[in-house]
């Protein structure tokens, strides 16, 4: 909160951070006009970019893209036979074990709506879900004139990418 009222940027590492804070944070105001509370993990930092080139109330649909995980194929009675062992394969993705546990069940998912609801001050019937079993469309921002605007990349490194170069395009970080 102090980096906020400071006028300082503010990355978030998860999306949990928003969801179990993001009320307070987006109220508080900055001490400077530039100064956000940024996520620098992929679908919502991959919004920002698709949302940099319309007004807030020209915002129809913020899409978030899923991959299914390994139970993307499943009927919902025959997901609750698995075993934690199945979930932990990811077709897509390297990750963590909770991570991947909530990638699976989609619980993950859940948490990014929220997350973008309270980043981009949209409703939840604003946030749409969908899975995208290549992984390479992150995110969609579709306008209220009907066009869409995605942000497509085959690596998961580009949001911390760019969050470090806010509000301009870099390459990769380099720390």
Request: net charge positive; with cysteine; glycine share 6%.
């Amino acid at each position: 909160m102090q980096a906020i009222l400071a006028g300082k940027p503010l990355g978030l590492a998860n999306k949990e951070c928003m969801v179990a804070a993001g009320e307070i944070l987006t109220k508080l105001p900055p001490a400077s006009a530039t100064c956000r509370s940024c996520p620098s993990t992929a679908n919502t930092t991959r919004c920002i970019q698709c949302l940099r080139v319309g007004a807030h109330d020209e915002v129809k649909f913020i899409w978030l893209t899923a991959s299914g995980g390994p139970f993307r194929q499943l009927p919902l009675e025959a997901i609750r036979r698995h075993h934690p062992e199945q979930a932990l394969k990811h077709p897509t993705w390297t990750m963590g074990r909770r991570i991947t546990i909530d990638s699976a069940s989609m619980l993950n998912k859940g948490l990014e709506v929220i997350e973008a609801c309270r980043l981009f001050d949209v409703t939840p019937a604003q946030v749409r879900v969908t899975v995208h079993p290549q992984s390479t469309v992150h995110s969609l921002v579709e306008y209220v004139d009907g066009s869409i605007l995605a942000q497509i990349s085959v690596t998961r490194h580009a949001p911390a990418d760019s969050f470090y170069a806010l509000p301009t395009r870099s390459g990769p970080a380099r720390l």
